[in-house]
């Protein structure tokens, strides 16, 4: 009887190949693994390490055959089989930026048992939330270099095999800001120009909304604004993106126009005709 011991284990596994024969009765004993190597059996057992993936070697196993040439010219040939579990950690992430926050998907890709078997996964990221789903997603708030780790286990066997790595994770941002290119006259009229000066990451402007302070408003990106009246006039300016995000900002007395500055009066309102009114 041709016997593997241990006859399971994890990727690489040594084992010894047995047989036991009585000195003498058989001659050029050999061992043939998987039906492709061939090693001599020059004791009753030999030390041998399955380090070569074979598809199945988990479920139905890799045979193992003892063969030798009997007195009578015959040749013995005992078998035996070995089931190895092979597990390779490997995973993939990507990011979703919404208004707020960045969500991450991760993937597990490992190409962990041959064939795939039973298997569980266990995920953490910076050693405190842990996933046990073969995929998941995590939202971040806040942008950096965060470490992902992801160990799998194959059920069956209890092997086991890990794979970590930073994944850089950027959060969407929109800061608005503009420029002005003339912002204060000593009297009207004042031509001014109003440019974006906003800062996007991972993100791109759309559109835009500029308020001026008088009642008037537009929506291009570079607009030029004539003031006709004295007065001091606040600016608002909304960016938003092709999500929907938005932020905006508003700068107070951003525009002065200089001037005499007053209101009609009259001594009468009404009257019956005709009304001499004086202003």
Partial sequence: KAQ??????????????????????LKNMRWVIGGTDT?????DTTQYTFNTIIDGMNTTGIEVSFLADDTSGCVVNKTAKVLVSSVVANFGTFPTYNCNNTDVSFFNTSTALKPVGSATFKWTINDTFEHTWPSGRYAFYQKGNYKFKLVVTDAAFGCKAEEEKMVTVGVKKLSPDFKVDKTKISCPPLV????????????????????????????????????FYPGSYDIVYKITDARGCSDSIRVPGKIFVGGPQGSPTSDKEKGCSPLTVNF
């Fill in 4 to 25: 593997v011991w241990p006859d399971k284990g994890c990727f690489p596994h040594t084992a010894g190949l047995i047989f036991n024969t009585t000195s003498g009765q």
């Fill in 39 to 43: 090693i001599p059996a020059t004791q």
């Fill in 192 to 227: 001014s120009t109003f440019t974006d000066n906003s800062t996007v990451e991972n993100t791109s402007i759309t559109n835009v909304l500029w308020r001026f302070g008088d009642g008037s408003a537009s929506t291009e990106f570079s607009p030029v604004k004539n003031y």
